[in-house]
Nanobody
Framework: QVQLEESGGGLVQAGGSLRLSCAAS????????ISWFRQAPGKEREFVTA????????YYADSVKDRFTISRDNDKNLVYLQMNSLKPDDTAVYYC?????????????????WGQGTQVTVSS
């Protein structure tokens, strides 16, 4: 099992930036994806971005491409989500998730472990 803890959420104006962090601990996750999902009120949870812990290869949802950047610090077991040019539609609870490599990295059922989430609110 991988323990995940998100931090860095908050309130920001449209056009602003936030950086989320996900601290990972527990079993070895060198063959895992670490990903971010988000869930807005009244909506289903959706994929945001994923990173391969071993290779650093990244994947993004079209809605955040060119605005969000996922990165990792292998030494500190941290994954970051840098969010720029934020929009009100980005308002959601953001979750960090860990799971073994899968072609279905964009599906939440591919992930075994989840953090508690951190709220991001973007005001217009």
């Amino acid at each position: 099992q991988v323990q995940l803890e998100e931090s860095g959420g908050g309130l920001v104006q449209a056009g602003g930036s936030l950086r989320l962090s996900c601290a990972a601990s527990g079993r070895t996750f060198s063959t895992y994806f670490i990903s971010w999902f988000r869930q807005a009120p009244g909506k289903e949870r959706e994929f945001v971005t994923a990173i391969s812990w071993r290779s650093g290869v990244t994947y993004y949802a079209d809605s955040v491409k060119d605005r969000f950047t996922i990165s990792r610090d292998n030494d500190k077991n941290l994954v970051y989500l840098q969010m720029n040019s934020l929009k009100p539609d980005d308002t959601a609870v953001y979750y960090c998730a860990a799971g073994p490599y899968s072609a279905n990295y964009y599906k939440d059922e591919s992930y075994l472990d989840w953090g508690q989430g951190t709220q991001v609110t973007v005001s217009s």
